[in-house]
């Protein structure tokens, strides 16, 4: 491609220079070696929480730890986990809880920068800062009196008591209003002057044109929602109540003679957001470079 | 010019106005009623605590005035622990960055296989704290525990990672580190991505080596990923609890008892129900995130390369 331009270079095949090739390769060469380097040791992680999860205790817990399951693969640590603690129920309290929270969040954020954005709204930067102010308070320094206000009524141990803090967040209304203040302004005078109402064009024009970015906030309030850990454990004081992010933590104190449990019980709390990495990465790339600066 | 035509237009405009103001407040309602409910009353109230002294039941039982405060601030137990929260942070916040800048710049190189490798890399962010702390908890394990293993196999000793004083904050913040990889990457890789293909021809021709061009020319087109990551890392850092609630409880001998942790450990850890004294510390979470927000942004705003 680039030889076209260059009048002086050889035969028109297409084909680099060799000099050219070869640095270039040995350049690739580090690249590769860095690249392998990192991805070994990074990813061990990841091969023995996976591997490890199949290993017998004399595999697992031996000194020194064995990488493979020289005594065979055992699917019975899964078996096991899923009788120590109630697993299969945690995970449809987690689930229960990720679908509130995806919806929830969906739902305020859309409508809120809908105001913010189309809307003839008095005070607008007003509204637009107080809701961002949101994501400047840690919610850890407000977890004390959240817990009490569910003490008070009655919620907590609870699924929704679990949720309901969750069904709006700053970042899902800044990422909405990003993707709004991007759409075409002509669509909204053509579809007042058609007379569509202030819903219909909401619902009928809008959502479907940034359909994009609300999948995006929904694998982020997915994620989080499924992987929270610090209001779970001060909601949910049951078994049967919990998380499956609890749940896991309980499988340790439960036995810590079978870290192949142990790893089972990890895996199963992470099939969902695995999944997600894998197959939503553009929705997960575009959520994050909308704060980023990008 | 009509006379006394009842509403006059502009009278009717203006009616027909604050009917679509009030839809428009309408559409806030749902948000801003989650947002007042659980985090702004919520914040009148951890302040309100904070000047409570608690009875046994954690009901507030009295106003202390600033007495938590100075409680704080003369203890030398919550100095360490503010030491130890600024360490968390900056070994965490500095090896994830250097990392995922690394893992970034090898990337953006033009090789095959840069999907494969970014999906991988990319993996980790799939973890929660529970997750990731339960797995390296497992592999810290001292007795038996595979780094261990694998370190005997090079002939260095069993370390101690969440039972030496001198070793778990940095256990922890491996975890940490290794669990945020994903993301620092996928940030830095955007915006590598983003940098036009010309800037780097036109470096390329100007004679720029390979690590010239990484360190000269992308370096500073990224700068507004890098302080993205800086604010939101630290931020991030602050406001760590799972991994430290897992992998150590604070220990051995408070070497990991974070600000958020010694909050949890005031607050809710056996049936302390200290509310008034964890609300102090709360606030104190609040101001220390509010300050370093505000000075990144002073500080680093001015240093970073927006086009």
Redesign the interface.
Known sequence: MATATLPRSGPATGRRPSGSTRIRGS??IG??V??GV??VV??F??Y??LV?SFMSPAD??????H?WPLHGFVAGNYATALQVIPLARQYLNSAAVAVLVVL?QL???V??A???VF????ARRF?FF??LS?M??????????????MAELGLVNGIFALA??Y??A?FG?FLVRQAFLAFPMELRDAARVDGVS?FGFLWRVVIPLTRPTLAALGVWSFLSA?????WP??ISQTPENQTI??G??Q??SADAND?GM??A??VL??VP??L???FG?RF??RG??A???? | MAGAAPPRPSERAGRG?RR??L???V??V???V??I???F???G??VY?SFQRSDIF?RPNGFVGARHYVELLTDPDFGRTLLVTLGFVLLTVIPSLL?GL??AL??A?R?RLVRF?R?????????????????????M?P????I???L??VGIDAVGWLTDPGVALVSVAITSV?MQ???TM??LS??LG?VPDDVIEAARLDGAS?LQLQTRVMLPLIT??L???VV?GT?QA??S??QI??LTTGGPDRSTTTL?YS??EV??ANNNSN?GA??AQ??V??IV??AI?AVQFGVLERKVY?N
């Open positions: 350049r690739h690249t590769y860095g690249l990192l991805f990074l990813l992680p990841v023995y929480v490890g697992i817990n031996t000194f020194p730890a990488l929830g739902i305020t954020s409508l809120a809908y105001a913010l809307l003839r709204l008095r509204w107080l809701l949101t400047m308070i840690p919610w850890e320094s407000i977890i004390i009196p959240n817990y009490l206000a309901l803090p069904l709006a700053g209304v202030t499924w992987n929270m850990y610090f454990l001060l992010q609890i896991i933590t499988l340790q870290p142990v790893l019980g990890v709390a992470l957001t695995l997600l990495v894998l990465q997960i790339v994050l470079t704060g980023s600066g990008k | 106005r679509e103001e839809a428009a407040f559409y806030l749902p948000a801003l989650v947002f409910c659980f985090f009353v919520p914040l109230r951890s605590l954690g990392i690394v893992l090898l990337l190189g090789i490798f999906t991988a890399f990319a993996l980790p962010f799939a973890f929660s704290v529970a997750t990731a702390a339960v797995l390296f908890g497992v592999m394990d007795a038996t525990g595979v261990n293993s694998l005997s196999l290794w990889l994903g993301y996928l940030v955007a915006g983003a390979g507004p990923q302080f993205f990551l939101t931020i602050l406001q609890f799972g609630n897992i958020v909050i949890y607050a809710f509310f964890g609300s709360a606030i979470l609040l995130v509010l927000t927006y």
